[in-house]
């Protein structure tokens, strides 16, 4: 805190208040006894993650000029001074003593769509006859809980119109998601109020289906992103009483007041968009004596299919978004060919400012693999990570890359792509995974 002391202080107050025509914040309460200045341009917020927010909320990040300033004296019940931040004079006078000051943006409501609020605050002292032009930052936080829905891409083509999810957060917030929403609703965080239920609803298959997912610890600032998926039971099995579908659910939960360094805003708010309709990638049902991939008719032109797989209570990858590489996803896909003669090519590039050529021999590897000559210095090293190799004419090839997490969480929340090439007679097909470490 940086103070003006002795006759410059006198100087001051003749001149500010006499330029200033909101000088007195206490709206005619009394203030007589000593008194100090706060110069309100050190009150500026800050938003933490600001590059984040502006993608992963849909909003424009909001501006300083829009928050909301309280200044409350410690251990007053009211404030003494409250402003929009662009309408704020340049300087107000205080009664000595101990303050708070609080930042506001958006509006705290116990469950509305779309309307992120965020909050921060700082302390500061008012000492007679100075200028305080100092404060600690006060750094804006998200501070109402996130809720965005998402249906599995087998759940969306088999479920009713008449499917929908109840969200409860705590004893009052309540916000109910119809099939299709894919807005995210924002809860108020209360103390002592912290669990957050899902129920799904609805028609699937022509059964009436209800499957609830519970949550405890919710916290302010998190986004909580439950999917919901369409598992297939046996109805042939005479030993399954229980014959039918089930609706599973996982919640992935994402802090959105840490930044990750190096992203861009886009991939973050693909990843974070709900699952709709239309996905270009084929079902994976788990029913028995069906193949994982469906064989697909030859088109010229269109080479090999690449699928994310299926795990129960986990998140699929997404190959046009970022994926947060944590213990919920389920880092693995299947690549299949139709083509007469299986794959011609099959390569995978590691692209990665971490897994440098010089990391990955230490292993035994290096940034660019073939997977259909594989070389036999590599092939041991490949395997035990997940990769298959020396693919060369074969048609179904199955990836589980999850060995590489421990290897990445070395280098902390840093950006990964594998970037896979493969062909058949039929053409190329070019995938990126692209991962990022919690």
Same mark, same amino acid.
């Given at each position: 805190?940086?103070?003006?002391?002795? +006759?410059?202080?006198?100087?001051?107050?003749?001149?500010?208040?006499?330029?200033?025509?909101?000088?007195?914040? @206490?709206?005619?309460?009394?203030?007589?006894?000593?008194?100090?200045?706060?110069?309100?341009?050190?009150?500026?917020?800050?938003?933490?993650?600001?590059?984040?927010?502006? *993608?992963?909320?849909?909003?424009?990040?909001? =501006?300083?000029?829009?928050?909301?300033?309280?200044?409350?004296?410690?251990?007053?019940?009211?404030?003494?001074?409250?402003?929009?931040?662009?309408?704020?004079?340049?300087?107000?006078?205080?009664?000595?003593?101990?303050?708070?000051? =609080?930042?506001?943006?958006? #509006?705290?409501?116990?469950?509305?769509?779309?309307?992120?609020?965020?909050?921060?605050?700082?302390? @500061?002292?008012?000492?007679?006859?100075?200028?305080?032009?100092?404060?600690?930052?006060?750094?804006?936080?998200?501070?109402?809980?996130?809720?965005?829905?998402?249906? !599995?891409? =087998?759940?969306?083509?088999? $479920?009713?119109?008449?499917?929908?999810?109840?969200?409860?957060? !705590?004893?009052?917030?309540?916000?109910?998601?119809?099939?299709?929403?894919?807005?995210?609703?924002?809860?108020?965080?209360?103390?002592? =109020?912290?669990?957050?239920?899902?129920?799904?609803?609805?028609?699937?298959?022509?059964?009436?289906?209800?499957?609830?997912?519970?949550?405890?610890?919710?916290?302010?600032?998190?986004?909580?992103?439950?999917?919901?998926?369409?598992?297939?039971?046996?109805?042939?099995?005479?030993? #399954?009483?229980?014959?039918?579908?089930?609706?599973?659910?996982?919640?992935?939960?994402?802090? $959105?007041? +840490?930044?990750?360094?190096?992203?861009? #805003?886009?991939?973050?708010?693909?990843?974070?968009?709900?699952?709709?309709?239309?996905?270009?990638?084929?079902?994976?049902?788990?029913?028995?004596?069906?193949?994982?991939?469906?064989?697909?008719?030859?088109?010229?032109?269109? !080479?090999?299919?690449?699928?994310?797989?299926?795990?129960?209570? $986990?998140?699929?990858?997404?190959?046009?978004?970022?994926?947060?590489?944590?213990?919920?996803?389920?880092?693995?896909?299947?690549?299949?060919?139709?083509?007469?003669?299986? @794959?011609?090519?099959?390569?995978?590039?590691?692209?990665?400012?971490?897994?440098?050529?010089?990391?990955?021999?230490?292993?035994?590897?290096?940034?660019?693999?073939?997977?259909?000559?594989?070389?036999?210095?590599? *092939?041991?090293?490949?395997?035990?990570?997940? @990769?298959?190799?020396?693919?060369?004419?074969?048609?179904?090839?199955?990836?589980?890359?999850?060995?590489?997490?421990?290897?990445?969480?070395?280098?902390?929340?840093?950006?990964?792509?594998?970037?896979?090439?493969?062909?058949?007679?039929?053409?190329?097909?070019?995938?990126?995974?692209?991962?990022? $470490?919690?």
């Amino acid at each position: 805190m940086k103070l003006y002391k002795g +006759v410059f202080f006198s100087l001051a107050l003749a001149s500010l208040l006499g330029a200033c025509s909101k000088e007195d914040p @206490f709206g005619g309460q009394q203030t007589d006894g000593p008194v100090g200045m706060l110069m309100t341009s050190c009150l500026a917020p800050s938003l933490t993650n600001a590059e984040g927010y502006e *993608a992963a909320t849909r909003a424009a990040v909001p =501006s300083t000029d829009d928050f909301r300033v309280v200044i409350t004296r410690e251990g007053a019940r009211t404030p003494s001074a409250e402003y929009k931040y662009a309408d704020m004079p340049e300087v107000i006078t205080l009664p000595v003593g101990n303050y708070v000051v =609080s930042a506001h943006h958006g #509006d705290n409501n116990v469950a509305a769509w779309d309307e992120p609020y965020y909050f921060g605050e700082s302390t @500061f002292h008012i000492e007679e006859n100075e200028i305080t032009d100092e404060v600690d930052p006060i750094v804006a936080k998200l501070s109402n809980i996130r809720v965005t829905i998402v249906y !599995g891409p =087998s759940l969306v083509n088999a $479920m009713g119109a008449d499917a929908k999810v109840d969200v409860n957060v !705590g004893e009052s917030g309540t916000m109910s998601f119809a099939a299709g929403e894919d807005r995210s609703a924002y809860f108020k965080y209360v103390d002592n =109020s912290q669990t957050l239920t899902a129920t799904f609803t609805g028609t699937v298959d022509g059964q009436r289906v209800v499957e609830t997912k519970a949550y405890d610890n919710v916290a302010p600032g998190n986004h909580y992103r439950i999917t919901f998926r369409l598992h297939t039971i046996d109805q042939e099995d005479p030993g #399954d009483i229980n014959a039918g579908v089930t609706i599973d659910a996982s919640v992935e939960q994402v802090d $959105m007041n +840490v930044t990750v360094d190096g992203e861009t #805003d886009e991939p973050v708010e693909d990843d974070m968009r709900p699952v709709q309709g239309g996905n270009d990638t084929p079902d994976q049902p788990d029913t028995p004596d069906q193949p994982d991939q469906p064989d697909q008719p030859d088109q010229p032109g269109a !080479g090999p299919t690449v699928t994310p797989l299926e795990k129960d209570g $986990m998140t699929a990858i997404d190959f046009d978004a970022l994926n947060l590489f944590d213990s919920n996803l389920y880092c693995a896909f299947n690549v299949a060919s139709s083509a007469a003669g299986g @794959f011609t090519e099959f390569t995978v590039d590691i692209i990665s400012d971490d897994l440098t050529n010089d990391e990955l021999e230490g292993i035994g590897l290096t940034s660019h693999l073939d997977l259909i000559n594989t070389p036999e210095s590599s *092939a041991a090293a490949l395997q035990n990570l997940g @990769f298959p190799v020396n693919q060369g004419g074969k048609t179904s090839a199955d990836f589980d890359i999850s060995g590489f997490q421990m290897m990445l969480g070395i280098f902390g929340p840093h950006e990964h792509e594998f970037k896979i090439t493969v062909s058949d007679a039929n053409g190329t097909t070019v995938k990126s995974l692209r991962v990022v $470490m919690p």
